[in-house]
């Protein structure tokens, strides 16, 4: 089988390390990463992994080129959001009418994106509770065990998905389907919204959140709104009380650096857009008021069209 990894963070390289840990005759993956220079550094010097589950290295294959890859059996994008519809227009070519196309992302709109480009049918959506931090290229720390689940926006069960199932399981990567996708991955959105955007703002780790008047109220106040705007759209969430699920999340990873966070110290591009962007425009299509999500959004896009002005920048 011919998996392609697209996008080589730490959720990419974590799964490519597992899934290379696997390698035989039939599995052959590949990592696609749009610098040419950390491919090559990549495939010459592999993934190292650290953490929960002990040290481990895996050799991968690795390419900014998308033509050294042969058609895809499987596909798993794990780009930022802001770069699927790039991303997915360079692998076009590896994909068949066979191909499923997973995506891990965060944030709500990568199938549809990914579905408008290449047809909804081979579009799989993933959640995954893996927690995975980058160190720098090709070395990453496993940070949080836990489940991914997949499904397809209309709720069918394809064989592509079994198939994805098992290799992952047998992968090490505790893996199951659901028939309600949609769910699961608003009720990750509800947690980021409530954690990432706070976080990035405050410079603050996850548990620190909870410590301060001013950020609970914050946090409480996204969150309310998110709920809202998912009970109007008639999602399903997970949780009988999900400002309690974000608070517990706070707790769990209490000393976690959240991924928005980790984006801002790197002066990067934040998927602001995909997590509490949406529901700031769900919220006004739908005439629900989200004043905190607003505020956190603005902030953050402030954060991210400055770091050369801010303070301290240049020190
Ligand atoms: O994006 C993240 O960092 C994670 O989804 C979470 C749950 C907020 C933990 O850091």
């Not at 590896?94 to 049918?121: C, F, S, Y």
């Amino acid at each position: 089988m011919k998996i392609v990894i697209v996008g080589p963070g730490a959720m990419g390289c974590l799964f490519a390390a597992f899934l290379s840990r696997q390698r035989s005759r039939e599995h052959e993956v590949w990592l696609l990463d749009k610098d040419a220079s950390r491919a090559a550094k990549l495939g010459r010097q592999g993934i190292d992994v650290e953490g929960i589950a002990g040290s481990w290295h895996a050799d991968v294959r690795s390419t900014a080129d998308p033509r050294d890859i042969p058609a895809a059996d499987l596909v798993v994008v794990c780009v930022k959001s802001y770069d699927t519809k790039n991303a997915i227009a360079c692998i076009k070519p590896l994909i068949t009418e066979d191909t499923a196309v997973l995506t891990l992302q965060n944030g709500i709109g990568n199938i549809e994106i990914i579905g408008e480009a290449i047809g909804p049918d081979q579009v799989i959506g993933g959640v995954t509770s893996l927690g995975a931090t980058w160190l720098e290229v090709g070395r990453i720390r496993f940070a949080g065990k836990g489940e991914t689940i997949i499904g397809r926006i209309d709720g069918k069960t394809s064989v592509q998905m079994r198939m994805i199932r098992e290799l992952f399981n047998k992968a090490g990567l505790e893996t199951r389907i659901s028939q309600d996708i949609k769910g699961f991955l608003w009720s990750k959105l509800v947690v980021n919204t409530g954690i990432n955007a706070l976080t990035a703002v405050t410079r603050l780790p996850n548990g620190s959140l909870l410590e301060y008047e001013g950020s609970r109220r914050i946090l409480r106040e996204s969150v309310t709104e998110a709920v809202k705007v998912a009970k109007r759209k008639r999602i399903k969430l997970l949780y009988d009380d999900p400002l309690a699920k974000v608070e517990s999340v706070c707790e769990a990873t209490a000393t976690n650096v959240s991924s928005m966070l980790q984006d801002v110290l790197r002066r990067k591009r934040t998927e602001i857009d995909f997590i509490n962007g949406v529901i700031v425009r769900f919220g006004q299509e739908l005439g629900i008021s989200v004043p905190a999500n607003a505020m956190l959004v603005s902030l953050v896009k402030v954060i991210e069209s400055s770091y050369e002005k801010a303070v301290g920048a240049h020190q």
